[in-house]
């Protein structure tokens, strides 16, 4: 089955505690991107990645890292949460960047800050 | 930057009846413009997209416009049904230099469909 997987679901963490979300997909899609979803901003892109080894910043990166070492994985990594992180982040994919009609979106993760 | 607004930011309408979600964008090198859907608890799934070179299409009850001169796009469902109910999203991608990743969306809109 063709999809985009994300873990953790949900995660609750502390100030300064470093983590790593993960996001595969088995589709060979060339573009991923991570998002945040917030109430009130809808969603805003963090990181994207046209292809292996090439990541470029979205709308809201700071606070934020990533790697594309793999095609399939784009992980999203804290060095440093804060409290302002907690939200609900999206992976997403689809083959030859954003010139197609089709977007996968992985399920998401719940992520709280204390 | 490029900046999308998206208005209403609720929508209730009768079933049956059409609804219709505006959005415009800041730059006129944006080029892709797609819609999606999410339910609640769920995640974002396009519904439909539109190029610039394209000034509208349409799958099934579900069309959008785009106006480049004006920057404004639409979303048009007619025959509205219970399960259009959801939150809607428009978004616009820019062009840097050949490469469409930056995505930008609109804050969204809570689409009610009333029985």
């Known amino acids: 089955e063709a999809q985009v997987t994300q873990n953790p679901r949900y995660l609750i963490t502390v100030t300064g505690k470093k983590l790593t979300v993960t996001c595969s997909q088995n589709m060979n899609h060339e573009y991923m991107s991570w998002y945040r979803q917030d109430p009130g901003l809808g969603l805003r892109q963090i990181y994207y990645?046209?292809?292996?080894?090439?990541?470029d910043k979205g709308d809201v990166p700071e606070g934020y890292k990533v790697s594309r070492k793999e095609k399939r994985n784009f992980p999203l990594i804290l060095e440093s949460p804060s409290p302002n992180q907690t939200s609900l982040y999206f992976c997403?994919?689809?083959?030859?960047?954003?010139?197609?009609?089709?977007?996968?979106f992985g399920p998401g993760t719940r992520l709280t800050v204390l | 930057g490029e900046n999308v607004e998206q208005h209403p930011s609720t929508l209730s309408v009768q079933e049956g009846d059409s609804a219709v979600i505006k959005c415009t964008y800041s730059d006129s090198a944006s080029n892709y413009f797609p819609w999606y859907k999410q339910e609640l608890g769920k995640r974002p799934q396009l519904i439909i997209d539109i190029r610039s070179n394209v000034g509208e299409k349409k799958d099934q009850r579900i069309a959008v416009t785009l106006n480049k001169t004006a920057k404004h796009f639409s979303l048009h469902i007619t025959e509205t049904q219970p399960e259009d109910s959801a939150v809607y999203f428009c978004?616009?991608?820019?062009?840097?230099?050949?490469?469409?990743?930056?995505?930008?969306f609109g804050k969204g809109t809570k689409l009610s469909v009333k029985p």
């Open positions: 997403a994919s689809s083959p030859f960047g954003l010139r197609t009609d089709t977007q996968y």
């Open positions: 978004a616009a991608s820019m062009n840097y230099g050949g490469s469409q990743g930056n995505l930008i």
């Open positions: 990645s046209m292809n292996v080894e090439v990541t």
